[in-house]
C-alpha cells in the first residue's frame, strides 16, 4: 500500500491528467478538478521521454493512432536553407516514432477517456479556494463550498495557477519575457512531413503535420504576451510578422506562379499554388468551436479570404488563437 492514499489534482491539463492516471495506477485515490469546461490551445508536440512516459502509462498508442508521427525536425533559415537537420528516430523507445504531434484537444480527449476508464473522479467547473496544510494532510474548501481531506494536492493549474497564487500571494507571479505565439491550424502541405523550424530576425515559425490534411503552425514572435488582438488585426499581424522569411513557403506576397510551359497547349494554374497561399491562410481553431466542413474541401485558401474570416480568441494562457470560418478548412481528424 503506497503511503499516500488519497490526492487531489487541481488542474486537467497536460500534468495534471498523466500525474493522475500514473497515481492510479500505483493504487492512488484521485480526484481531479477543472475549473474550464473547454479545452483550449492547437497542437502541442511530445518526443523522446515524454513518448516513453505515455508508453509508460498506457496511452502512447492512442496518440500515434489520433496524432501525426514523425522523427525528424529540419532548422532553416528565413530564405529557406537548410541549417541543421536533426534525426530523433532513437530517442523513444526502438518500436515507437521519435515524436507525435497532435491537436490539444485530442490530448485532452484521449488522457481524460482513460482516466475515466481508471474510474478517476473529473469534475468540471470546480476549484480550490481554500487549502489548510494540517499535520496529516492537507484541508481543502472547493468552489460549491464543500470541504475535503487529502494526504496531498497536486496544483496543476498551469502557468498562471490560481493554487499558487492562494499559497504564496503575489510572491511567484509569472513575468511575462516579451514573446508570445501567434498559433495557427492549416491545411497540410504535402511537403511538410517532419517538423520545420525557420528563423527570421526574432520571428520563430514552425510547421508540423498534425494529421494527414492538417498542420500547426506556431509562430513566435517579441511581443506583449499580454496584448489581445482585435479580429480585424490578426491576420495582417501574421502576414507582417512573416515579411523577413522569404523561402517560398512562406512567400505572403505574390502567390508563386508555374512557369508557362511553351511546349504546351494546355491551360496552366497561373494561380496560387497550393504551398503558398495555405501558408499564408492563418486559419486556427480549436476543433470543438469549429463544426466540420459542409464543403469538404480541403482546398487552401488565399490569406484574403481567410483574413475576412478569420476570428480571434485570446486563451487562458494569454496567447492568441485565430479561427478560420469552417468552410475554409478541411474537418481535424
Ligand atoms: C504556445 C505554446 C506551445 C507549446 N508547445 C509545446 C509542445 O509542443 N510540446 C510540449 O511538450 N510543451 C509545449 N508547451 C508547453 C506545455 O503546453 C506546458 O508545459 C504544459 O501544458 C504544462 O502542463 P500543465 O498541466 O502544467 O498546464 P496546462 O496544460 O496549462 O493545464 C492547466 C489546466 O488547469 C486548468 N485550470 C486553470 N486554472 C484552474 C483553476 N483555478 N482550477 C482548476 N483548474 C484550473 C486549465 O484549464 C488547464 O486545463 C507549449 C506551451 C505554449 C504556451
Given at each position: 500500500?503506497?503511503?499516500?492514499?488519497?490526492?487531489?489534482?487541481?488542474g486537467?491539463?497536460?500534468?495534471?491528467?498523466?500525474?493522475?492516471?500514473?497515481?492510479?495506477?500505483?493504487?492512488?485515490?484521485?480526484?481531479?478538478?477543472?475549473?474550464?469546461?473547454?479545452v483550449?490551445?492547437?497542437?502541442?508536440?511530445?518526443?523522446?521521454?515524454?513518448?516513453?512516459?505515455?508508453?509508460?502509462?498506457?496511452?502512447?498508442?492512442?496518440?500515434?493512432?489520433?496524432?501525426?508521427?514523425?522523427?525528424?525536425?529540419?532548422?532553416?533559415?528565413?530564405?529557406?536553407?537548410?541549417?541543421?537537420g536533426?534525426?530523433?528516430?532513437?530517442?523513444a523507445?526502438?518500436?515507437?516514432?521519435?515524436?507525435?504531434a497532435?491537436l490539444?484537444?485530442?490530448?485532452?480527449?484521449?488522457?481524460?477517456?482513460?482516466?475515466?476508464?481508471?474510474?478517476?473522479?473529473l469534475?468540471?467547473?470546480?476549484?480550490?479556494?481554500?487549502?489548510?496544510?494540517?499535520?496529516?494532510?492537507?484541508?481543502?474548501?472547493?468552489?460549491?463550498?464543500?470541504q475535503?481531506?487529502?494526504?496531498?494536492?497536486?496544483?496543476?493549474d498551469?502557468?498562471?495557477?490560481?493554487?499558487?497564487?492562494?499559497?504564496?500571494?503575489?510572491?511567484?507571479?509569472?513575468?511575462?519575457?516579451?514573446?508570445?505565439?501567434?498559433?495557427?491550424?492549416?491545411?497540410?502541405?504535402?511537403?511538410?512531413?517532419?517538423?520545420?523550424?525557420?528563423?527570421?530576425?526574432?520571428?520563430?515559425?514552425?510547421?508540423?503535420?498534425?494529421?494527414?490534411?492538417?498542420?500547426?503552425?506556431?509562430?513566435?514572435?517579441p511581443?506583449?504576451?499580454?496584448?489581445?488582438?482585435?479580429?480585424?488585426?490578426?491576420?495582417?499581424?501574421v502576414l507582417?510578422?512573416?515579411?523577413?522569411?522569404?523561402?517560398p513557403?512562406?512567400?505572403?506576397?505574390?502567390?508563386?506562379?508555374?512557369?508557362?510551359?511553351?511546349?504546351?497547349t494546355?491551360?496552366?494554374?497561373?494561380?496560387?499554388?497550393?504551398?503558398?497561399?495555405?501558408?499564408t491562410?492563418?486559419?486556427?481553431?480549436?476543433?470543438?468551436?469549429?463544426?466540420?466542413?459542409?464543403?469538404?474541401?480541403?482546398?487552401?485558401?488565399?490569406?484574403?479570404?481567410?483574413?475576412?474570416?478569420?476570428?480571434?480568441?485570446?486563451?487562458?494562457?494569454?496567447?492568441?488563437?485565430?479561427?478560420?470560418?469552417p468552410?475554409?478548412?478541411?474537418?481535424?481528424?
Amino acid at each position: 500500500m503506497p503511503a499516500v492514499k488519497r490526492v487531489l489534482v487541481v488542474g486537467a491539463g497536460v500534468c495534471g491528467t498523466v500525474l493522475a492516471i500514473a497515481l492510479k495506477q500505483q493504487g492512488v485515490e484521485v480526484d481531479i478538478l477543472e475549473l474550464y469546461d473547454e479545452v483550449l490551445g492547437v497542437g502541442v508536440e511530445f518526443s523522446g521521454n515524454t513518448m516513453r512516459a505515455l508508453e509508460q502509462i498506457g496511452l502512447i498508442d492512442d496518440f500515434i493512432a489520433e496524432g501525426q508521427p514523425y522523427s525528424r525536425m529540419n532548422v532553416h533559415d528565413s530564405a529557406g536553407n537548410l541549417l541543421i537537420g536533426y534525426d530523433f528516430s532513437r530517442a523513444a523507445s526502438p518500436q515507437y516514432p521519435a515524436c507525435v504531434a497532435i491537436l490539444r484537444p485530442k490530448f485532452a480527449g484521449a488522457t481524460r477517456r482513460r482516466a475515466a476508464q481508471l474510474g478517476i473522479p473529473l469534475r468540471i467547473g470546480m476549484t480550490v479556494t481554500e487549502l489548510v496544510n494540517e499535520p496529516d494532510g492537507v484541508r481543502v474548501t472547493l468552489n460549491d463550498g464543500s470541504q475535503d481531506r487529502y494526504d496531498v494536492v497536486v496544483a496543476a493549474d498551469g502557468a498562471m495557477s490560481d493554487m499558487r497564487t492562494l499559497l504564496h500571494g503575489d510572491r511567484f507571479r509569472h513575468k511575462p519575457l516579451g514573446q508570445t505565439v501567434l498559433r495557427c491550424y492549416l491545411p497540410r502541405l504535402p511537403e511538410i512531413k517532419d517538423e520545420l523550424n525557420a528563423y527570421g530576425g526574432r520571428n520563430v515559425v514552425t510547421l508540423v503535420p498534425l494529421s494527414r490534411d492538417s498542420m500547426y503552425f506556431p509562430l513566435s514572435i517579441p511581443m506583449d504576451p499580454e496584448r489581445r488582438f482585435e479580429e480585424h488585426e490578426l491576420v495582417p499581424t501574421v502576414l507582417k510578422e512573416l515579411e523577413e522569411f522569404t523561402a517560398p513557403i512562406f512567400d505572403t506576397r505574390k502567390p508563386s506562379r508555374k512557369k508557362r510551359d511553351p511546349s504546351s497547349t494546355g491551360s496552366q494554374n497561373t494561380s496560387a499554388t497550393g504551398a503558398s497561399s495555405a501558408a499564408t491562410a492563418p486559419a486556427t481553431s480549436e476543433p470543438k468551436r469549429v463544426p466540420r466542413s459542409t464543403s469538404g474541401t480541403s482546398a487552401p485558401a488565399s490569406p484574403r479570404r481567410c483574413a475576412t474570416a478569420a476570428r480571434v480568441s485570446s486563451t487562458r494562457s494569454g496567447n492568441v488563437v485565430a479561427s478560420g470560418s469552417p468552410s475554409l478548412l478541411p474537418a481535424p481528424r
